[in-house]
């Protein structure tokens, strides 16, 4: 019996996974600046996280094309916060600097690599 070459899953995609690994690091980054500030950070990854989630696990019912444009709009949407965070004149230091040299880059590097992903994916 010949064996069928299972399709991989969107979320699989050697391409999405540093964007997913980037996300958890700067979930990680904001908790340690939030405990050294003396807060209590937040453990879930809010609406936007689940909504990510069940479109990368719909990709296939979706097609990739959908579900990538929906990872790029959210992306965009994260970088516009940061931009809109970063005009903030109290804003301090330590999170103007996380975000300026770390996250919104991260956040425009996503941008491109989706926009690359959406051009070659199939209609």
């Not at 969107?10 to 050294?36: C, D, M, W």
């Not at 479109?55 to 992306?75: D, F, S």
Request: contains cysteine; negative net charge; glycine residues 8%.
């Amino acid at each position: 019996m010949a064996e069928m070459k299972r399709q991989q899953n969107l979320g699989e995609s050697t391409h999405l996974q540093p964007i997913y690994a980037a996300h958890k690091n700067a979930v990680s980054s904001f908790q340690a600046l939030i405990h050294r500030l003396g807060g209590i950070p937040c453990e879930d990854s809010g609406a936007w996280g689940t909504w990510a989630k069940i479109v990368l696990e719909g990709a296939n019912i979706l097609g990739k094309k959908v579900a990538l444009k929906t990872l790029l709009e959210g992306e965009k949407s994260g970088a516009k916060d940061y931009e809109k965070v970063l005009q903030d004149a109290e804003l301090s230091s330590d999170v103007r600097a996380l975000i300026e040299t770390k996250l919104l880059p991260e956040q425009q590097s996503h941008i491109r690599t989706l926009d690359r992903l959406l051009d070659t994916a199939p209609e």
